[in-house]
């Protein structure tokens, strides 16, 4: 069709506009990165540092449990395909190495936890016929319960992202800067609340030994029936003194988790005389329209659920 004079001024300038705005919005760019991330609370980090430069695919989703999680054939096909592979390591997701061979990937995997200190990890409580209330059983995996070690995951994320994408280094660097911001704010508010706890009142029992670093960090004590994957079950005799031991310490309360089983904790609850404190997300989070659709979301859940049922006095 024939252009007019008189337009062709017009055509250029919009011309000129739309590749600006090509240019600004990033659009010309290839498909965002592919990442496959083994759990949930990992696919938050990714997203955070990644934006829109990433696309992020979460193998064990919200509400689930990464212990128990069987791979599914197109699991494999996405790891194989994936730019970037990223997991938490420690023990904790070790299945994405077996995955990752029989997907033939010839990638590498991206474990956050490298720069983790890592605590002694537990067994389910008096498991074995001894006399100690736990066993060390090699790294507690659940490190990102301490905020510290959560920046120290988003650092890891950035580099990878940016080793993968040197193109949007930047980006990364300023995601994961104003990330971390906001990292520290809650670390600073974690402490800040529960140093007005007294220490007599900072115990409590969760479901399965999940809470080791968040305990480390912030000075609350925590006790648990099972260990740090929770698929180890205690004994009665284990359970009959964690009863005793709740009542004699006067411990206020009981937590259930998001992916564990309420039933063992609500006959420990019956017998101790404890009541229910609420239900603390630790290994998973929740769905978008819950109270932890995100890192941040969920500890904060975390913190209001321990202070408000701590800040009651235990029954006498």
């Known amino acids: ?178 990330y971390d911001a906001e990292l520290a704010a809650l670390d600073d508010e974690i402490r800040r609340r529960f140093a007005a706890l007294p220490a007599g009142r900072r115990k409590v029992v969760s479901s399965h030994d999940a809470f080791g670093y968040f305990s480390h960090a912030y000075g609350i004590r925590f006790l648990a029936p099972a260990g740090v994957s929770g698929s180890a079950e205690p004994t009665a005799r284990g359970v009959a003194r964690l009863i005793a031991q709740i009542r004699a310490e006067k411990i206020p309360a009981v937590f259930i988790e998001n992916i564990a089983d309420p039933r063992l904790l609500d006959r420990i609850r019956h017998e101790s005389g404890a009541r229910i404190g609420g239900t603390l997300y630790s290994d998973a989070l929740s769905g978008g329209n819950g109270p932890a659709a995100d890192y941040i979301g969920m500890m904060r859940h975390n913190l209001r659920t321990l202070a408000d049922a701590l800040a009651t006095p235990p029954p006498p």
Not at 58 to 77: C, I, K, M, N, W
Not at 153 to 177: C, E, F, K, M, T
């Open 1 to 178: 069709m024939p252009v007019f004079p008189c337009l062709r001024p017009l055509l250029t300038l919009a011309a000129s506009v739309a590749a600006a705005f090509t240019l600004a919005t990033g659009s010309a760019r290839a498909a965002p990165l592919e990442a496959v991330v083994t759990f949930s609370i990992l696919g938050d980090f990714v997203r955070q540092v990644g934006g829109e430069r990433v696309a992020v695919h979460t193998l064990v989703g919200p509400d689930e449990d990464a212990h128990a999680f069987q791979p599914r054939p197109s699991d494999a096909r996405r790891v194989g395909a994936a730019a970037l592979v990223v997991a938490n390591g420690l023990g904790f997701d070790d299945w994405i190495l077996r995955l990752a061979r029989s997907a033939g990937r010839g990638g590498g995997i991206t474990i956050v936890s490298h720069d983790v200190t890592p605590l002694a990890g537990k067994t389910a409580l008096n498991s074995h016929d001894d006399d100690h209330e736990h066993d060390s059983h090699g790294a507690d995996p659940h490190a990102w319960q301490d905020v510290a070690n959560a920046r120290r995951y988003v650092a890891a994320i950035a580099a990878a992202l940016a080793a993968a994408d040197p193109d949007g280094a930047a980006v990364y660097r300023a995601s994961a800067a104003r």
